[in-house]
């Protein structure tokens, strides 16, 4: 029962993962403009995402540009936007496995098939943690680094935006339901040194009707037992009166 409790928590923090991972591949601000200089009558604030730059301007407006040119893409860019949506499909299809390796559902087959989806769902999840942690660290570096360039004008430098931090916790969740999907479904060695697995409803009605008919057997012996005990005594009751 602990370790059904153990998958839920890991399915739900699962879930959280691939839910900021889809936020943060398609949020504009994977780093904003840390001082704009000059141009601070105009713009306010810039940002910059995987698949479009906003600008906000002192007159309240808003306007974003869709970066449809990939080969113009730097290499960083280019590296995050594939490994994020990487990162979501395997998180999408972690989902789908962990869910049929569920101990608290009856779809998925015997404990045997349940136990495989169980992995294979944590191991797709770890695997989406690395894809989102990876293209968040080296964006980070390439903000930070250009940041630190001197030869780099004030007005173009950036700082680390929010999706950038959302992706890190997004890879953090994907990687602990992962990790406890894949400990939740290692076998426990009871006394006798066997496993001890969950059983499927099948196995556990059969199991009932084994134990039902060894507890009748055990019963009727019983009865027999009883029911010649007063024959043996009132024989040998007899035989000492004619002694």
């Known amino acids: 029962m602990a370790s059904a409790g153990m998958q839920i928590f890991a399915f739900v923090l699962a879930l959280l993962g691939i839910l900021g991972a889809t936020v943060a591949t398609l949020l504009p601000n994977w780093k904003v403009s840390a001082d704009m200089g000059a141009n601070i009558i105009t713009a306010i604030s810039q940002m910059q995402g995987l698949w479009m730059d906003c600008t906000w301007y002192s007159t309240g407006m808003f306007s974003c540009t869709l970066k449809y040119s ?24 972690g989902l789908c496995l962990a869910s049929l390796g569920l101990k608290c559902t009856r779809w998925g087959g015997g404990r045997r098939a349940k136990r495989h989806s169980a992995i294979a769902g944590g191991a797709c999840f770890i695997t989406a943690g690395l894809l989102c942690l990876v293209p968040a660290s080296w964006f980070i570096n390439e903000v930070i680094s250009s940041f630190l360039d001197s030869s780099v004008p004030e007005s173009s430098k950036f700082e680390p935006g929010g999706a950038v931090y959302v992706a890190f ?71 000492q009166d004619y002694v």
């Open 70 to 93: 990939v080969l113009a893409l730097p290499a960083y860019l280019q590296t995050a936007r594939t490994t994020m949506v990487l990162s979501c499909v395997m998180a999408g299809l």
């Open 169 to 239: 916790v997004s890879s953090g969740f994907l990687f602990a339901g992962g990790s406890i999907f894949c400990v939740s479904c290692s076998g426990k060695r009871g006394q006798g040194g066997h496993r001890e697995l969950i059983l499927s409803p099948p196995d556990k009605l059969l199991q009932q009707q084994q134990q039902q008919q060894q507890q009748l057997l055990q019963n009727q012996e019983q009865h027999q037992y009883c029911s010649l005990l007063p024959l043996d005594n009132k024989a040998g009751y007899s035989l």
